[in-house]
Nanobody
Framework: QVQLVESGGGLVQAGGSLRLSCAAS????????MGWFRQAPGKEREFVAS????????YYADSVKGRFTISRDNARNTVNLQMTSLKPEDTAVYYC????????????WGQGTQVTVSS
């Protein structure tokens, strides 16, 4: 059974940085896409970034391009999201998700971690 556990959220001032981590377990993820999504209060969940587990491209939402970096640590089965130059509008619950590369919908989700950016 796939399990995704996020960590690293918290409260930070605008302009600061945070690093989120997602620990994945339950199967071999070599053919999976790992993604980060976020949901702010009163808004729909939105895509933030994604990466192929075994290489390939990274993709970012325009709103975070140049500020956020997604990476993976194969030895620890972990996907990270380094967030810099944070803005109050980045405040949201951040979710880790995964899907097989041949599917279009992310079908495994973590429980989420809160990120709050104060102005």
């Amino acid at each position: 059974q796939v399990q995704l556990v996020e960590s690293g959220g918290g409260l930070v001032q605008a302009g600061g940085s945070l690093r989120l981590s997602c620990a994945a377990s339950g199967r071999t993820f070599s053919s999976y896409v790992m993604g980060w999504f976020r949901q702010a209060p009163g808004k729909e969940r939105e895509f933030v970034a994604s990466i192929m587990w075994n290489g390939g491209g990274t993709y970012y939402a325009d709103s975070v391009k140049g500020r956020f970096t997604i990476s993976r640590d194969n030895a620890r089965n972990t996907v990270n999201l380094q967030m810099t130059s944070l803005k109050p509008e980045d405040t949201a619950v951040y979710y880790c998700a995964t899907r097989p590369r041949w599917e279009t919908k992310f079908n495994y989700w973590g429980q989420g971690t809160q990120v709050t950016v104060s102005s």
